[in-house]
Nanobody, 117 residues
Framework: QVQLVESGGGLVQPGGSLRVSCAPS????????MAWYRQAPGKQRELVAS???????NYADSVKGRFTIFRPNGRNTVYLQMNNLKPEDTAVYYC???????????WGQGTQVTVSS
């Protein structure tokens, strides 16, 4: 089992920046990739960014050039740096972890990000 604890959400003005973090615990040796998803009211959950054990990253088109997912060397915690935030980025952001075959998938409790003036 893997537990994921997110932190760092909050309220920010348009154009501002925010960083959220996801700290895994438990059977972390089984994790192949981690990702951030988000879900806005009335919308489906969508992939924002992902990073695998080799450091390869993937981003949704809507956040490319503004968001960066990274994992500092030697640490298990994954961060999502969000710059130039827009009102449409407002959502609950969920951390996700999975093993190589995606037979085991874990979710965090979610953290609210609100972009508003």
């Amino acid at each position: 089992q893997v537990q994921l604890v997110e932190s760092g959400g909050g309220l920010v003005q348009p154009g501002g920046s925010l960083r959220v973090s996801c700290a895994p615990s438990g059977s972390i040796f089984s994790i192949y990739a981690m990702a951030w998803y988000r879900q806005a009211p009335g919308k489906q959950r969508e992939l924002v960014a992902s990073i695998d054990s080799g450091g390869s990253t993937n981003y949704a088109d809507s956040v490319k050039g503004r968001f960066t997912i990274f994992r500092p060397n030697g640490r298990n915690t994954v961060y999502l740096q969000m710059n130039n935030l827009k009102p449409e980025d407002t959502a609950v952001y969920y951390c996700n972890a999975r093993n190589f075959l995606s037979t085991d998938v874990y979710w965090g409790q979610g953290t609210q990000v609100t972009v508003s003036s």
